[in-house]
């Protein structure tokens, strides 16, 4: 499941790679693919939301039953144990490999211009705690949590075990997986729409407030791109930016180099927990302060040392480069204010399991606050420009 394949020896000729400013996002516009590619929009476009899904039966979590429900339709459904994975696939190359009921995309393979296809996520798969199952860490996660108060106090709730709702599309078009979750007090649901094209993966949420109080939404759309090493990989487009520097946030899905997990065990980079409306207020033990904040003086910034940043003014869209690999991933945001950007740094093996370069569309700093019976939108989009 992890892609650490060095380059062959073909005469690569290097893609041209778009700046940030060369993808028009219009802002009313949820989908990132509508703006590549228009002739899709009426089938790509999120249905509208289902009148209040407390009262719908969620389908079982079973690979025999979502083969047969959904059967047709560019996904195949497998068992893995009690869990299952849901495996995206379109004619022209493009996969998708999707855990359920985690949410976890564990793969993302595009077609190249040398005619191969390249995988675009780092994961790492290592045994569970006390010998017990398998761990899958990396990929594309939905990382995000809802805060409110209810009728018994407050709740703090994270989105997990996600159902499928539904699957529409074709393998010779496009193909979108429709998740979805609700908290117990049937007051905030979360659908997650996993859209597969020729040049884009997109990973979309919808998050309904149906209860009288408003709601705070936390968290990332996180993801590990594969690239050679950090010391080859390039940010373009974030010149100007303001940004933040904070400890890595803490999340079951992230892959944690061994001496950022011994930091987090000594108490720093204890991110998520440290979260206020207002901001971070925690003391500073690994040299970090807390509050730093600068602006970004680069427009290719070079990934090499070790780094985990907020950017609370980044462009909608910017190209991360790998220049190991030949290859470079467009990433682009809706409805999130914050990106997230961090780099192991390079003193790892080259093309290892911590060869990764970690993104999340986010709501980190400031929360998103979503009033009583409004529906919150947002999604992070990954481009493949490369053919």
């Known amino acids: 499941m992890m892609a650490c394949n060095a380059l062959s020896s073909l005469n690569f000729v290097a893609p041209v790679v778009p700046s940030s400013s060369t993808i028009s996002v219009p802002t009313k516009h949820f989908l990132f693919s509508d703006a590549l590619h228009s002739a899709t929009r009426s089938k790509l476009a999120l249905p509208p939301p289902p009148p209040r899904v407390a009262s719908i039966p969620l389908p079982p979590m079973s690979a025999d039953y979502l083969a047969g429900e959904f059967s047709g339709r560019g996904v195949a ?37 040398h005619g191969a296809k ?52 074709n393998s010779g078009d496009s193909v979108q997986v429709e998740l979805i979750s609700r908290n117990s007090k049937g007051m905030v649901d979360v659908r997650y729409v996993l ?13 309904s407030n149906s209860g009288t109080t408003p709601v705070q939404l936390r ?6 791109l594969n690239v050679s090493t950090p010391d080859a990989t390039y940010a373009v487009g974030l010149e100007g930016s303001d940004f933040f520097k904070r400890p890595p946030f803490s999340s ?26 207002q901001g971070f207020t925690s003391g500073n033990d690994d040299g970090m302060e807390d ?31 790998d220049r190991g690999r030949r290859n470079s991933v467009v990433v682009g945001r ?40 409004e529906i919150w939108r947002g999604g992070q989009h990954l481009h493949n420009p490369n053919l």
């Open 77 to 113: 459904f497998e068992a893995i144990g009690d869990d299952c994975v849901a495996k995206l696939s379109l004619d022209g190359g493009s996969s998708a490999v999707l855990m359920l009921p985690s949410g976890l995309v564990t793969s993302y393979k595009a077609p190249m211009w």
């Open 118 to 169: 390249m995988e675009l996520l780092q994961t790492v798969v290592s045994e569970g705690e006390d010998g017990g199952a398998a761990e899958v860490r990396g990929g594309v996660c939905v990382d995000v949590s809802v805060e409110g108060e209810g009728e018994d106090g407050r709740f703090s709730w994270r989105p997990r075990g996600w159902a499928v709702r539904d699957v529409r599309g």
């Open 195 to 207: 859209t597969l094209q020729e040049q884009v993966l997109s990973t979309e949420m919808e998050v």
């Open 219 to 224: 968290g990332s759309i996180l993801s590990h």
């Open 252 to 277: 079951s899905f992230r892959i944690v180099p061994p001496e950022v997990d011994q930091k987090s065990k000594l108490g720093l980079g204890k991110l998520w927990e440290k979260l206020k409306p």
């Open 291 to 321: 509050k730093m904040e600068g602006e970004e003086d680069d427009n290719n910034k070079r990934l090499t040392d070790e780094m985990s940043l907020i950017y609370t003014s980044a462009p909608t869209n910017f190209t991360i480069i």
């Open 334 to 373: 809706d409805g999130y204010e914050e990106l997230y950007l961090h780099s192991p740094g390079s003193r790892h093996e080259h093309y290892s399991k911590y060869a990764y370069i970690c993104v999340g569309q986010s709501a980190l700093l400031k929360p998103v606050v979503i009033g009583p019976g």
